[in-house]
């Protein structure tokens, strides 16, 4: 049978997927650099603008044959704000940048400076090396795999080892055995509705730890607190980088700290309230009932204050990690979305770290209680990774580091980077 042609929709999600798809053709050098921004589409979303620069974005998108879609209300009531949807190419954009830089208005030159940046973040291109501890964190290459040590009596993931300390020290030892790129030490439980430690109490628990891990290990060391006070404390003690559920928005001396030692740290989006928190015995806390206007631009918005807070503290950009705060304040379906759309938050600019592991999200999805979510934790990491996760924080160590290298090597292979 003679073979025809054949007809093939291609997934040409990244530039480096086009361009080896435009190779494979044969095409020449110079037509691959100038087709490749024509074949690489994006969305871009704009949130709140006003009358005057919606309708100039629309023109001048629509003069290069873009699109742009804003509200009707804009075309009727002129002092009205609208969130626009920018439908392009690379190609268009940066004609679009280049036209609005041009522009008298101040106003317009900075919606280019914005678009700029958020494509170049998008890309990757503001990712760079952090050496943490002598050890060099290279975004993009591969995954890497923060270990949770637990130093709690009432840990939502039934992992907490109160304040056995030895205990705690013999885990991170395990885990890092197991492939464990950092641990995270804890004090104090994070679950919902879990009642607050104080300082005192929190220092018993985790010093003693960080100061045998220092002694026994060259991995890095997170301290997992919003609480200035333990942040100092355990930063002298050895630990290398704070890790805050609160994103710097709970103990404003926490931001301090950060930037006096001159550490990274990762900030966490949260909207956690007990009021909303609900408990059943089997399954664990969940909230219920938490609202968002848009789920990842509420997210997205809320993490650029937090990274604003860290860079009036002194931070470095290039060591602000981003968490989105899996569980933080979200309802089952939004943690379902959050993980589905992570990719969102590649427009920070900055590395995601994304922790789902054992969460009450695949419990209640699957009817299971913690112990029993290792199926569910290893479908999460993996979707994770595939939109964007560049730290995945998990328990059970040992089967995520296998999940992460096999993810990666599909996710991450010749061509598929950003």
Not at 20 to 29: F, P, Q
């Amino acid at each position: 049978m003679a073979r025809g042609f054949n007809v093939r929709i291609l997934n040409l999600d990244t530039p480096a997927k086009i361009q080896a798809e435009m190779d494979k053709i044969g095409a020449s050098a110079p037509g691959i650099e100038i087709m490749t921004p024509k074949a690489s589409l994006r969305a871009i979303k704009l949130e709140g603008l006003n009358f005057a620069a919606s309708n100039i974005l629309k023109q001048e998108m629509l003069s290069r044959g873009g699109e742009t879609v804003a509200s009707r209300v804009v075309y009727s009531a002129k002092q009205s704000d609208s969130d626009v949807l920018l439908l392009g190419t690379l190609r268009h954009y940066q004609d679009l940048v280049r036209k609005l830089h041009m522009q008298p208005f101040k106003s317009l030159r900075a919606i280019a400076t914005e678009v700029e940046q958020a494509l170049a973040r998008y890309a990757g291109e503001e990712l760079q090396p952090l050496v943490v501890a002598d050890r060099t964190f290279n975004w993009g290459e591969r995954t890497y795999v923060m270990g949770v040590v637990n130093v709690t009596p009432d840990s939502f993931s039934g992992d907490g080892l109160g304040r056995d300390a030895e205990g705690a020290l013999a885990q991170a030892e395990r885990m890092i055995e197991e492939g464990a790129d950092l641990i995270d030490v804890g004090g104090e439980s994070t679950r919902p509705g879990s009642e607050p430690v104080g300082s005192e109490e929190e220092l018993r628990r985790v010093i003693p730890v960080i100061e045998g891990l220092v002694q026994r290990t060259s991995v890095p060391i997170s301290i997992d607190t919003y609480k200035g006070q333990v942040a100092e404390e355990a930063l002298v003690a050895g630990a290398h980088l704070v890790n805050d559920v609160w994103g710097l928005r709970l103990d404003p001396s926490l931001a301090e700290v950060v930037g006096r030692h001159r550490v990274p740290v990762v900030v966490m989006h949260n909207r956690s309230r007990p009021k909303d928190a609900a408990q059943t015995e089997r399954l664990g806390g969940r909230y219920l009932g938490v609202e968002y206007k848009d789920l990842m631009g509420d997210i997205i918005w809320e993490l650029r204050e937090s990274m604003a807070l860290a860079l009036e503290a002194g931070v470095e950009r290039e060591k602000i990690i981003v968490d989105p705060g899996i569980g933080f304040g979200k309802t089952l379906e939004q943690n379902l979305q959050l993980v589905a759309e992570l990719s969102e938050l590649k427009v920070l600019g900055r590395p995601v770290l994304l922790g789902p592991s054992r969460k009450s999200f695949i419990g209640y999805t699957l009817d299971l209680p913690p112990e029993e979510r290792m199926e569910g934790t290893t479908a999460a990491v993996a979707i994770g990774i595939a939109n964007g996760a560049d730290i995945v924080r998990v328990h059970d160590v040992k089967e995520m580091v296998r999940v992460t290298r096999m993810t990666d090597a599909i996710v991450r292979r010749q061509g598929a980077k950003p």
